[in-house]
């Protein structure tokens, strides 16, 4: 197998995250070629027109079998169906990782359509990225200085974990490795939670009557609060249906919390609500 720098990168799903792959990949010289698949022709178009990749294949097989290294950049849920388009490609030689935000069932799916762990998958995840969506908001140093979480499983191949580690490292990413159930708990915790708050405040504003009105005096505390509900509808959904039991978990610890402020705010209860905000300030001040 060749190595990282004499390798074709293929990138699956050229959108934010795929595209920043391929640009961070290209501006560090970090293999021989970067070429990209989508079902959307037009963006695939306009990357090769942009300099974004080298070339790009309107046919997924054809791709694969020019690839050595395969990044899945599609919505979690479309991880299914790009296991279903390659599994009769020959996969022996290559090395296949995905971004997805959710990782259990990227894992599941693999099983339900190979019958198998293959050695040659380490799923992966960047925790970088924006509200923003589509290869125009590719950025090329959008990994760097930015932790990338690994979940390799029982029969990752190490030799693949190296490549794939190598391949964020060289976008400036630090590598961390993280059991896949802990994963999707922390980032229920961490991003889908607060997603989900953010797209529930903003569309209760929303459809409220006046909406115009009340978003014109809309301040800091709430576009620092709610820039993330402007994130891209599909991969959202995608996440709450694939990580639903953390996410509930996550959810009842949170409304429990939220009940107790709501009755402190009822009764006028000073202590409570202060003893709530000043443990809160004391955390957030600590790790930003
Ligand atoms: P995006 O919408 O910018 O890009 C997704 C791309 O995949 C689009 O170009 C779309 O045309 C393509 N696509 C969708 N279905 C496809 C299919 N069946 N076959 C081929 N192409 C298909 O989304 P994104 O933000 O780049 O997210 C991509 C993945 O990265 C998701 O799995 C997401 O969970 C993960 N991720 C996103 C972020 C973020 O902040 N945006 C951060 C980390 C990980």
Same mark, same amino acid.
């Given at each position: 197998?060749?190595?990282?720098?004499?390798?074709?990168?293929?990138?699956?799903?050229?959108?934010?995250?795929?595209?920043?792959?391929?640009?961070?990949?290209?501006?560090?010289?970090?293999?021989?070629?970067?070429?990209?698949?989508?079902?959307?022709?037009?963006?695939?178009?306009?990357?090769?027109?942009?300099?974004?990749?080298?070339?790009?294949?309107?046919?997924?097989?054809?791709?694969?079998?020019?690839?050595?290294?395969?990044?899945?950049?599609?919505?979690?849920?479309?991880?299914?169906?790009?296991?279903?388009?390659?599994?009769?490609?020959?996969?022996?030689?290559?090395?296949?990782?995905?971004?997805?935000?959710?990782?259990?069932?990227?894992?599941?799916?693999?099983?339900?359509? +190979?019958?198998?762990?293959?050695?040659?998958?380490?799923?992966?995840?960047?925790?970088?990225?924006?509200?923003?969506?589509?290869?125009?908001?590719?950025?090329?140093?959008?990994?760097?200085?930015?932790?990338?979480?690994?979940?390799?499983?029982?029969?990752?191949?190490?030799?693949?974990?190296?490549?794939?580690?190598?391949?964020?490292?060289?976008?400036?990413?630090?590598?961390?490795?993280?059991?896949?159930? =802990?994963?999707?708990?922390?980032?229920?915790?961490?991003?889908?939670?607060?997603?989900?708050?953010? +797209?529930?405040?903003?569309?209760?504003?929303?459809?409220?009557?006046?909406?115009?009105?009340?978003?014109?005096?809309?301040?800091?505390? +709430? =576009?620092?609060?709610?820039?993330?509900?402007?994130?891209?509808?599909?991969?959202?959904?995608?996440?709450?249906?694939?990580?639903?039991?953390?996410?509930?978990?996550?959810?009842?610890?949170?409304?429990?919390?939220?009940?107790?402020?709501?009755?402190?705010?009822?009764?006028?209860?000073?202590?409570?609500?202060?003893?709530? +905000?000043? =443990?809160?300030?004391?955390? =957030?001040?600590?790790?930003?």
């Amino acid at each position: 197998s060749v190595t990282l720098s004499e390798s074709v990168v293929l990138i699956v799903g050229l959108g934010l995250i795929g595209g920043s792959v391929a640009k961070a990949a290209k501006a560090n010289q970090i293999c021989r070629q970067v070429i990209a698949y989508d079902c959307d022709d037009q963006a695939l178009k306009l990357a090769k027109a942009k300099d974004i990749i080298d070339d790009y294949c309107l046919d997924l097989s054809v791709a694969v079998a020019q690839a050595d290294l395969i990044v899945l950049a599609v919505p979690i849920l479309s991880m299914e169906s790009i296991f279903v388009a390659i599994k009769d490609c020959d996969l022996a030689d290559k090395i296949i990782t995905d971004v997805g935000s959710v990782k259990n069932n990227v894992l599941t799916a693999m099983m339900q359509v +190979f019958g198998e762990l293959l050695p040659q998958y380490i799923p992966g995840h960047p925790i970088a990225g924006s509200e923003q969506s589509g290869v125009m908001a590719a950025k090329a140093d959008l990994f760097a200085d930015h932790k990338v979480i690994l979940t390799p499983h029982a029969f990752s191949n190490k030799q693949a974990m190296a490549v794939v580690s190598s391949l964020w490292e060289r976008m400036g990413a630090e590598v961390l490795l993280m059991d896949v159930q =802990r994963h999707d708990e922390v980032l229920a915790v961490t991003s889908h939670l607060p997603h989900l708050l953010a +797209f529930s405040l903003v569309d209760t504003l929303a459809t409220e009557r006046d909406n115009q009105e009340i978003f014109r005096y809309a301040a800091g505390g +709430f =576009r620092d609060f709610t820039r993330i509900a402007a994130s891209d509808p599909t991969m959202w959904h995608d996440i709450f249906v694939a990580n639903k039991t953390a996410v509930l978990q996550a959810l009842n610890d949170f409304t429990d919390g939220l009940e107790k402020l709501k009755v402190a705010v009822q009764t006028g209860n000073s202590q409570y609500m202060k003893g709530v +905000f000043t =443990r809160a300030k004391v955390a =957030r001040e600590h790790f930003s």
